[in-house]
T-cell receptor, first 114, second 108 residues
Framework: EAGVTQFPSHSVIEKGQTVTLRCDPISGHDNLYWYRRVMGKEIKFLLHFVKESKQDESGMPNNRFLAERTGGTYSTLKVQPAELEDSGVYFC????????????FGPGTRLTVT | GIQVEQSPPDLILQEGANSTLRCNFSDSVNNLQWFHQNPWGQLINLFYIPSGTKQNGRLSATTVATERYSLLYISSSQTTDSGVYFCAVEGYGNKLVFGAGTILRVKS
């Protein structure tokens, strides 16, 4: 079975621009998560989808970040406008169920805002 | 919220040596996972181990849930084992809370 995929692998944008990250979960996984690691800090939870619904978005840093999951399949995370402090690695993960289920991570998107 | 502490923060090994990485957590957990972040930044699942002991080749892990800690053992280390090792736990809610990681460098 194919793993979690993310696109692009690396994005370099200027401050003020918009970037959209995409995540395709493992087929059949209803639960999709976004995490990020900004420079020198720990990996932090951003939000959790169950199918197309946002279950928990307590980790979203501010309203410049917008996540969607159309039809409960792939998900996008848009940053608009990007700021320097948004630079880091954005990870997507998926799991078959919530709680007690293993989360599988994608390779990440490295975002650099200049 | 739940706190996760990993030790040691840094570790340098000679190839062939063994090591033990520790993860302490502050509350009951439903899920505990160990990851290896390779030099390309990818998070590789090592173990899903909320309790008990598991082994996979040269790696093994033990979680003692009642005492709120987990250990990751690496035997006969190789240079390809270098990278950052993360422990992550899921307490209340469905999100994983990550420790700060252990940076492992294996020298040839």
């Amino acid at each position: 079975e194919a793993g979690v995929t993310q696109f692009p692998s690396h994005s370099v944008i200027e401050k003020g621009q918009t970037v959209t990250l995409r995540c395709d979960p493992i087929s059949g996984h209803d639960n999709l998560y976004w995490y990020r690691r900004v420079m020198g800090k720990e990996i932090k939870f951003l939000l959790h989808f169950v199918k197309e619904s946002k279950q928990d978005e307590s980790g979203m840093p501010n309203n410049r970040f917008l996540a969607e999951r159309t039809g409960g399949t792939y998900s996008t995370l848009k940053v608009q406008p990007a700021e320097l402090e948004d630079s880091g690695v954005y990870f997507c993960a998926s799991s078959r169920g919530p709680r007690t289920y293993e989360q599988y991570f994608g390779p990440g998107t490295r975002l650099t805002v200049t | 919220g739940i706190q996760v502490e990993q030790s040691p923060p840094d570790l340098i090994l000679q190839e062939g040596a063994n090591s033990t990485l520790r993860c302490n957590f502050s509350d009951s957990v439903n899920n505990l996972q160990w990851f290896h972040q390779n030099p390309w930044g990818q998070l590789i699942n090592l173990f899903y181990i909320p309790s008990g002991t598991k082994q996979n080749g040269r790696l093994s892990a033990t979680t003692v849930a009642t005492e709120r800690y987990s250990l990751l053992y690496i035997s006969s280390s190789q240079t390809t084992d270098s990278g950052v090792y993360f422990c992550a736990v899921e307490g209340y809610g469905n999100k994983l809370v990550f420790g700060a990681g252990t940076i492992l460098r294996v020298k040839s």
